[in-house]
């Protein structure tokens, strides 16, 4: 019988990787529920456990080992410093977003008010770091799900943004003009399903992973219908694929003709976002 945190996070990391599963994730689950850091832990992990935490980490390595996300079970993710809810509603939101967010701040740092549009907004995750980091911008907030749209409202309401939500398809709704379009949309081609990791083929949502046409359905789409609303000035942001920089700046390029097309990669050195301006 286990008697310390130390040896049940040990055995319950063990039953995951015997099944084939990520250890850690067992440990990040447990740190999450305590509140602790690092630190908490070397201080406390050889404390003895009571027997609510150790049943909690028994229910908890249960849906691990059915695969399901850390995040859902714990009902958050971080992302650029806030805390989101998150559901089998959402996508999880990724680091390699941050760095598109990152991206439009740097190309708009001194753009005191923009009309900005987030299509495919999830749990909002681009939409609120936007307004929270440039609370003068008018940030719209797009998605096609109304159990999505309902899951962005809340986390804009919970951290204080002030958005405009439109339930619509991609740029279909639209009738002004917008500074800037950001999107992170669907681009998984159905022959990548066999890539993809157990928990998300299973529990993340289908319609906000894939996209037809080898995943470059909804880049076409955005094109034909940013070519009614970005303004003569406007920018477009988007996560790719780490294999689609050339196909999507080709789709963007032909749209816009007159403007530039810039791929660039993240900080593990994939082509993972492209801008058009």
């Known amino acids: 019988m286990v008697k310390t945190y130390r040896e049940a996070l040990l055995r319950a990391s063990s039953f995951l990787e015997a099944a084939g599963k990520e250890g850690h994730s067992i440990e990040f689950v447990f740190l999450a529920r305590k509140g602790w850091n690092k630190t908490n832990w070397l201080l406390n992990m050889n404390q003895p456990i ?11 390595l ?30 999880i939101p990724r ?15 001194a753009t ?11 749990t909002g ?14 940030v719209t907030a797009v998605d096609i799900v109304p159990e999505t749209l309902t899951v962005a409202q809340e986390n804009a309401s919970t951290l204080g943004a002030k958005l405009h ?24 081609s159905a022959n990548e399903w066999a890539l993809m990791d157990e928990s998300v083929r299973e529990f993340e949502p289908k319609i906000a992973l894939f996209a037809a046409e080898n995943g470059l359905a909804i880049y076409r789409k955005l094109a034909r219908q940013a070519q009614k609303v970005l303004a003569k000035e406007g920018q477009i942001f988007l996560e790719i694929g780490f ?17 530039k097309v810039e791929v660039k990669k993240d900080l593990s050195g994939n082509e993972r976002m492209v801008y058009v301006y």
């Open 125 to 138: 995750a681009i939409a609120i770091s936007l307004k929270l980091a440039r609370p003068l911008w008018h």
């Open 50 to 60: 009571s027997p609510a935490e150790q049943a909690q980490i028994e229910a908890d």
């Open 95 to 109: 680091p390699e977003t941050e760095e598109l967010v990152d991206w439009v701040l740097k190309k708009n740092a």
């Open 243 to 259: 294999m689609q920089g050339k196909a999507v700046a080709e789709i963007f390029q032909q749209a816009f003709p007159q403007k």
């Open 165 to 188: 939500f439109v339930l619509g398809d991609t740029l279909s709704w639209a009738k002004e003009e917008y500074d800037v379009i950001v999107s992170n949309p669907p681009y998984i």
């Open 112 to 122: 005191p008010s923009k009309k900005v549009v987030d299509v495919g907004t999830g």
């Open 62 to 91: 249960k849906q691990l080992l059915q695969n399901v996300p850390p995040q859902y079970l714990l009902g958050y993710e971080y992302f650029y410093g806030h805390q989101l809810k998150v559901n089998e509603a959402t996508l």
